[in-house]
């Protein structure tokens, strides 16, 4: 079993997406200190969210997969392994974990045909057996079920703002959400392949049929830019995910009856794509643009834990006033609680159009440490050009 684990941990999969998110975390946080002069999150949030849900996952994944008695083929494990790291290399640029599982199972269904895998790390010489479809589509299920569940948390990620200049010459802000995770994944391999590539690779015997133990590295994650949402609107994504458990989980059941493999391979990926795309419709369809105001200050982040999440402050209000004083820069806003600073009051515009009114009290001797994030009357691009205030 010693070796089913150090599969896991050394697998390229692992070691590429540990240093991946680690990169992550460390690019936000330089990017907001040039922004903002400080970080909005100045701990490796990423990183420790990874290890934590990646354990989680893990052990939610690897009893489910064994419930439904699930099993993936050395092809499958072989193409999933290529189009992971893969995926993971090209992060950055989007990413989909359904695509990922429902591209790997129809290409192993596909050189099956051909009796033996094209781009082996583990050479393949017998066509895949039994239900690997139907596998891989539980595993989508899975996934769907694990995206709901990263989405309900997605206060928890930092909110990693950036500010351009918008083709109207006026300030905005977008977003990038990325989380990943690289779960461990305990599944059986028909056959002994491996052990026979192997000899110290731990297999077991079931009836009269031989089984490889595998701890694979399972990769869910999103990496989105929101140029027109608010990161609290993508939880209006759950239902998308839920009906993709759902529809996965049918064709699973259906492809086992039937055994129409291929077919149900290809039905996977055009699913997976239907559900990709949309995401990228809704996405594209928002209207919740931040831009600077030439009166008030547009809120564009918040620190967790701070006298301005206290107040109840959210990211995209407008501050109209602080302590019934007009406010228009954060020179305006810092000079108002200076003048009082144990506590302030903030007249607010929402993002619906409504006014309500905020309330803190402040950090005794800081009344800088609010926790709150504007357009700041002076900052620096991600790329180190200097903005001037609108």
Known sequence: MLNAILFYFLNPVTIVGCLTILLISNLRINRERRQFSIAIDANLTETVQFLENSLFIGVFASIASLVLGTFLTAAWVNWYIIIALASILAFSLGFDSLILISVST????????????????????????????????YLAALVSLILVWLLSRIEDLPVDPKIRVSKRGVREVFYRVRTLNVAPLLVTVPGTRFHDLFGFWPIFKLGDHMFTIMILPLVV???????????????????????????????????????????????????????????????????????????????????????AEKSGLEIGDVILEANDQAVRSEADLYAQIQAKPTFVKFRVKTQTGDIKLAETAIYKDSPHELGLFTFPDELFTTEGDKISHG
């Not at 050189?111 to 479809?133: C, E, K, M």
């Not at 149900?264 to 643009?289: E, M, P």
Request: charged share 15%; hydrophobic share 50%.
């Open 106 to 137: 129809l290409l192993a269904q596909v050189f099956s045909a051909f009796g033996h895998d094209i781009l082996p790390f583990f050479p393949i010489r017998n066509p895949v057996q039994g239900h690997s479809t139907a596998s891989g589509l």
């Open 221 to 307: 994650g999103l990496s989105l830019q929101l140029r027109q949402r608010l990161p609290i609107e993508l939880k209006r994504l759950r239902p998308i995910y839920v009906t993709s458990a759902i529809v996965f989980l049918v064709l699973a059941l259906v492809d086992r009856l039937s055994q129409l493999d291929r077919i149900f391979a290809v039905a996977g990926v055009v699913f997976a794509i239907l559900i990709w795309t949309y995401r990228c419709y809704f996405l594209r369809r928002g209207q919740s643009t931040l831009l600077e105001m030439p009166e008030g200050l547009r809120v564009v982040a918040i620190q967790k834990g701070t006298p």
